[in-house]
Nanobody, 123 residues
Framework: QVQLVESGGGLVQAGGSLRLSCAAS????????MGWFRQAPGKEREFVAA????????YYADSVKGRFTISRDNAKNTVYLQMNSLKPEDTAVYYC????????????????WGQGTQVTVSS
């Protein structure tokens, strides 16, 4: 059974940084793409970043490009989201996801999801 557990969320002031982690278990982590999504109160869940199986290809939402970096450590079965220059509009629950293919996508077409971690950015 695939399990994804996010950590690293919290409260930070605008302009600050956080690094989210997502630990995966239940199958060979390095074979599959990973993604990060977020959902703010009253809004739909939206794509943030994605990475293919090797880490060689990444995608970002325009709203986070240049501020966020997705990476993965296949030896540790973990994907990361480094978030810099945080803004109040980045406040949301952040979800890690994986799909049944090595190829990343910016769509919601992911098969497994974590429980989420709260990120709150104060102004």
């Amino acid at each position: 059974q695939v399990q994804l557990v996010e950590s690293g969320g919290g409260l930070v002031q605008a302009g600050g940084s956080l690094r989210l982690s997502c630990a995966a278990s239940g199958r060979t982590f390095s074979n599959y793409a990973m993604g990060w999504f977020r959902q703010a109160p009253g809004k739909e869940r939206e794509f943030v970043a994605a990475i293919n199986w090797s880490g060689g290809t990444t995608y970002y939402a325009d709203s986070v490009k240049g501020r966020f970096t997705i990476s993965r450590d296949n030896a540790k079965n973990t994907v990361y989201l480094q978030m810099n220059s945080l803004k109040p509009e980045d406040t949301a629950v952040y979800y890690c996801a994986t799909r049944d293919t090595p190829i990343a996508t910016t769509t919601n077409n992911y098969n497994y999801w974590g429980q989420g971690t709260q990120v709150t950015v104060s102004s």
